[in-house]
Structure formats: structure tokens, C-alpha cells
């Protein structure tokens, strides 16, 4: 039996410099599916990287869809190669139908605030996405560098502070915790 789906839906940001973002996204994105409700996410800058998620949402299919739309290299914010462009703006155009289609409850468009800190997309069609979504849809945007009018479009915001973290000391990423 598919859940009603969600009476009023909202906008997330999560941000900041501390790890986290996408993890507390991926984490309401669990706990929304055990109540019945479907997820899309749409991992802006993301590509051909075997992150545990992707395992994940195979098993939990149809409800949980994540879709990677970027390459496995790291965008270069201050000389962005027109690939990352292209990727970023398909991903936004993914993002326009995803969202006002209206058949998923929650909207994870995960690391977008990078992609408009890095001018990949417009800020313009993001908030044309927030004011036209549907009233049931929660949208959650996840990224470093929030701007100030993404803050201020939000219903709820956090930020993400690092206070120690174990890549100060060279720890590198591990399966299952950062990968």
C-alpha cells in the first residue's frame, strides 16, 4: 500500500565545511521509505564512483532511485571543463522533471550547492525549482557553500562544522563510512 505521501512538503539545506551532508541526506532518505515514501537523488558532480549508496538503492528500488550525473574526476571550480558544465546543467534539467512530476516525495539534489558555488548551473533555474515545486514534494539540497539566497529560499538549514577530522592525519576514505 503506497503511503499518502507527505501533507506539506519543504526545502533542507545542508551545508558547511564538516562531513555529513550527503550522509544526513541519505539518512532521511532511509527513514522516509520505511514510512512508505519514495526518494529520488541526484548526485550533481558525481560519476563512476562505486559509493556504498549505489549498492544500497538497488535493493531498494523503486523507492529509493539515485542517479549520478557527473564524471569521477574532480570539477576544477576555477576552470571548469565544459564536461562538468554539461553534466551539471542535465542534471538540473533531471531535477525540473524529477521534482515537478510530482511522483516522488523527497527530492535529494546532493552536492548542488557546489555546482552553484563552482557556476555550473544558474542560481536562477535552482530557485525557480524551489518556488514552482509541489506542495507535497520535500526538496533537500546538500553542498559546501550554500549561498546566502539559497539560505534565506530554505525552510530549514543546517550547517555541517568540522571540528577534528582523521583526514588531518592522512586517514584516506573507507568503504562504507566516507565511500
Not at 25 to 50: D, S, T
Not at 118 to 140: H, S
Not at 145 to 170: C, F, N, W
Request: hydrophobic fraction near 40%.
Amino acid at each position: 500500500m503506497k503511503n499518502p505521501g507527505l501533507e506539506k512538503g519543504f526545502v533542507q539545506v545542508y551545508t558547511g565545511e564538516g562531513k555529513g551532508k550527503t550522509t544526513a541526506a541519505l539518512g532521511l532518505a532511509l527513514r522516509a521509505i520505511g514510512h512508505g515514501l519514495k526518494v529520488y537523488v541526484i548526485q550533481f558532480m558525481k560519476g563512476n564512483i562505486e559509493y556504498g549508496e549505489l549498492w544500497a538503492a538497488k535493493c531498494l528500488e523503486p523507492n529509493l532511485i539515485i542517479r549520478q550525473m557527473g564524471r569521477e574526476t574532480f570539477v576544477n571550480r576555477d576552470n571548469p571543463d565544459q564536461e562538468d558544465i554539461k553534466l551539471a546543467q542535465a542534471a538540473l534539467a533531471l531535477a525540473r522533471e524529477v521534482v515537478s512530476g510530482g511522483e516522488y516525495d523527497i527530492v535529494i539534489l546532493d552536492e548542488v550547492n557546489c555546482a552553484l558555488d563552482f557556476g555550473l548551473i544558474p542560481f536562477d533555474q535552482v530557485l525557480k525549482i524551489l518556488q514552482t515545486k509541489p506542495e507535497k514534494v520535500e526538496l533537500v539540497l546538500t553542498g559546501r557553500g550554500a549561498s546566502p539566497e539559497l539560505i534565506q529560499a530554505a525552510d530549514l538549514v543546517t550547517e555541517m562544522k568540522e571540528i577534528k577530522h582523521y583526514y588531518r592525519r592522512g586517514i584516506k576514505s573507507r568503504n562504507g563510512i566516507e565511500i
